[in-house]
């Protein structure tokens, strides 16, 4: 156990600028743009409000130059449960943001995990430890389905935190209720577990894909991204041009988008439950229905399989 911990260290340490600074840097960025959109309402509906009229912002009716303090206090005369999912709602789309970021910084991840060791040779150092080339493939596989997602679940968590401060801040100075329209109904605990929950699983559901990337990984010489890609397009396109159909294409996108959301884009419904899925809520709150599937397993006995080739390739290739 305490060499896992040890090798998930390293891989922090080593990727502390993909890991943590990524997630400050969105944030940052979201709160400059919330800023901007606060100091700048005031104008909008002054300039604007006339010919706009009155604007409904989830059944909230607000129209004049008192915007901020009439969304303040007709949000507080909603009832409880409707307030809680607006913030929970507010929340998934602030995280949003840092999916996409984790998603990108996780390929890349992926795709030096095994390569770059091999690129400075520091291979010959790690493979001097007493350290499993098993326990070494691992730690890195566990790092983007458990790890990761936990640095920017971690991001959209403070960053939240810090737009509730702000509101409170334009609450207070225009007379809004701060308990009833912010605090209360502010989901700190539940929302955050959704979300990674369903980057964990989704994590799993694409498991095929991110086995495939850290396998390449370990064996190419060059252009990671490329050795990558290309063997997928080419078998997609010998499929269709042989035999006139997509299944592999299909699974391959279905992995690739599930990782992302989990939604059948032709249909709009979520692949666990078939539901339709009319916001973010509808699809943390299906998550767990990926499981369900037997191609959820298969997946992950494909996955472990690839990763399997992966420790075999790294045990006997060091580019010496």
Do not use: C
Not at 110 to 128: A, M, V
């Amino acid at each position: 156990m305490n060499t896992v911990v040890t090798l998930l260290k390293r891989e922090y340490w080593e990727n502390r600028g993909h890991f943590a600074i990524s997630p400050l840097v969105m944030g940052g960025f979201l709160i400059v743009l919330f800023l901007l959109a606060l100091f700048n309402t005031e104008h909008i509906i002054g300039t604007h409000g006339a010919s706009l009229g009155p604007i409904n912002l989830n059944g909230i009716t607000i129209s004049g130059l008192d915007y901020l303090g009439a969304l303040s206090i007709e949000f507080a005369s909603l009832s409880l449960e409707r307030r809680e999912q607006i913030w929970e709602l507010s929340f998934y789309g602030i995280s949003s943001s840092f999916t996409f970021i984790m998603i990108f910084v996780s390929f890349i991840y992926l795709l030096g995990s095994l390569y770059d060791d091999r690129k400075d040779r520091s291979i010959l150092f790690w493979k001097s430890l007493p350290v499993s080339d098993l326990m070494t493939v691992t730690s890195k596989i566990i790092t983007v389905i458990f790890v990761i997602p936990a640095f920017f679940v971690i991001g959209s968590m403070v960053t939240f935190l810090l737009i509730m401060i702000i509101s409170s801040l334009v609450a207070l100075f225009n007379n809004g209720n701060l308990w009833a329209s912010i605090w209360e109904p502010a989901p700190f605990l539940s929302a955050p577990i959704k979300l990674y929950t369903a980057y964990v699983i989704q994590s799993l559901w694409a498991a095929p894909f991110l086995a495939w990337l850290l396998l390449v990984s370990s064996w190419t010489k060059r252009k990671p991204i490329l050795m990558a890609t290309i063997p997928l397009a080419v078998i997609s396109f010998l499929e269709f041009y042989y035999y006139r159909t997509s299944i592999f294409a299909d699974a391959l996108r279905e992995r690739m988008m599930g990782w992302v959301v989990p939604i059948d884009i032709s249909s709009g419904r979520h692949l666990g439950s078939n539901e339709s899925v009319l916001d973010q809520s509808g699809i943390y709150d299906n998550v767990t229905s990926l499981m369900a599937l037997p191609g959820f397993w298969y997946g992950l006995v494909a996955a472990a399989a690839m990763v399997a080739g992966a420790v075999y390739i790294r045990r006997y290739r060091d580019e010496s």
